[in-house]
């Protein structure tokens, strides 16, 4: 399966913008190293994150390692982004 086809790209099916279920897309303009379900300090061989959000978790249109979502760190977002908190 291509990338494109994982991430629901020109999916006729997508109401959205990217996957079904989460709406995960690489386009931004946001991007998961500002959420707090990235993984925190982790980067593997192919420079990937990885994603606890439930919905991600499940999305058949996203990959998964050991049940996490593979993510694009740097371009990844989902309807589920949640930026952390900001302390003031
Ligand atoms: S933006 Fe979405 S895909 Fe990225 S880390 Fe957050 S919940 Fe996961």
């Known amino acids: ?12 099916k997508s109401k959205g913008v ?5 709406e995960y ?6 991007h998961c190293a500002d959420c707090i379900h990235l993984k925190k300090g982790f980067k593997d061989a192919n420079g990937k994150g990885r ?3 439930p919905h991600m978790k499940r ?3 996203v990959r998964h390692d050991q049940g996490l979502a593979i993510v694009n760190i ?3 977002c989902c309807r589920f ?8």
């Open 59 to 61: 999305d058949p249109q």
């Open 51 to 53: 994603c606890d959000e």
């Open 18 to 22: 990217g996957t079904r279920v989460a």
């Open 81 to 88: 982004v949640k930026p952390p908190k900001k302390t003031e």
């Open 25 to 30: 897309a690489e386009t931004g303009p946001y």
């Open 1 to 12: 399966m291509k990338a494109a086809e994982l991430l629901g790209a020109g999916s006729s």
């Open 74 to 76: 740097e371009h990844g």
